[in-house]
């Protein structure tokens, strides 16, 4: 008599459901920002899993990884972006839990939330900033890419979900979010609305220089900007640097310039008091930071320590570097 043969189940990897989750968070009516900010998340926690040796299947995920993850953020980013993995992640594992997707409980439930480090964020200083150039300064596509992305960060202290988005289409002018001969990038808003964040002349050309060498890559067909060193992927197998990835690397290049606690949020910190400080107008930085309302603006007011109105417009703050 011949058996049949046992069915092997295979728990779905998490890059697997995310489509099924955009699906639901669509359908719950979740702004573009945020299903965006769930969905790195993921994507952030799967690259942790999968660069460490460690199981990225939805059942084979376990408390003491997602702790993994948490303290590795807080290290090189903040723990306010590990205290946002860590909300995004329990809505993530409550809809697989949910949905009959994971056996047994989230792991989630029993991570401690991140406690979130309220100390002011001190600026880079143009010394600190010239030597994170320099330790990018070579003509690998990589070195180009990361001073692409320090000048842009230094121009205009674009939200790392933003500058992880950014698609780029050498033929499709709306697939397209790089803007160079008007000095700009195009960002979309949490809420679909778009605004144009300045690009110096520096970061302009650091960013033609990083297109130059990315078309000779493998993977030059993805629609995202930035290209990752290794194999991460994002949703529909599309080569992509993920906002995580841009953390790591910055704490990376700060560990090689000799400059503790390098972030994305400094550089965005660094650009609005510097801003203020050479006398620039707060409406305007408003139009810098992509903020809709001047709470942001006047809280930079605050603790700049501004000078005298500036004569002349202001230069981008990478120029001088």
């Not at 590795?72 to 993995?85: D, L, P």
């Not at 000779?216 to 197998?237: C, D, I, N, Q, Y």
Request: charged content about 25%.
């Amino acid at each position: 008599m011949v058996r049949p043969r046992r069915q092997v189940t295979v728990s779905p990897t998490l890059l697997d459901l995310l489509p099924s989750w955009e699906l639901s968070l669509r359908a719950g009516h979740k702004s573009p920002g945020t299903i965006r900010s769930y969905l790195d998340s993921v994507r952030g926690l799967s690259a942790f899993l999968i660069d460490g040796g460690m199981r990225a299947e939805v059942d084979g995920v376990r408390a003491e990884e997602i702790r993994g993850f948490l303290a590795r953020t807080a290290e090189v980013s903040s723990a306010g972006n590990a205290h946002k993995h860590f909300r995004n992640l329990r809505v993530f594992f409550g809809w697989l839990v949910a949905e009959g997707e994971r056996a047994g409980d989230s792991p989630v439930a029993a991570v401690e939330a991140p406690k979130v480090d309220r100390k002011p964020v001190r600026p880079l200083t143009e010394q600190e900033l010239a030597r994170l150039l320099a330790v990018c300064a070579g003509d690998s596509w990589i070195d180009r890419r990361d001073t692409a992305i320090m000048r842009i960060l230094m121009d205009n202290g674009m939200r790392v979900s933003a500058l992880a988005g950014l698609r780029y289409s050498a033929s499709d002018p709306e697939a397209n979010d790089v803007w160079l001969g008007r000095h700009v990038l195009r960002i979309v808003l949490g809420d679909g609305e778009v605004y144009l964040a300045p690009l110096g002349r520096k970061s302009a050309a650091a960013v033609d220089r990083y297109l130059r060498a990315r078309t000779r890559l493998k993977h030059a067909s993805s629609p995202w900007l930035w290209l990752p060193e290794r194999g991460v992927t994002a949703h529909g197998g599309d080569r992509r640097l993920t906002a995580t990835g841009i953390q790591q690397m910055l704490h990376r290049r700060g560990e090689e310039a000799g400059i503790p606690g390098v972030f994305p949020h400094r550089f965005r910190h660094t650009m609005a008091s510097g801003y203020l400080r050479e006398g620039g107008d707060p409406l305007e930085l408003m139009r810098v930071g992509g903020w809709k309302t001047p709470v942001m603006a006047r809280h930079y007011a605050d603790i700049a320590e501004t000078g005298p109105p500036a004569e002349q417009a202001r230069l981008s703050p990478g120029d001088r570097i």
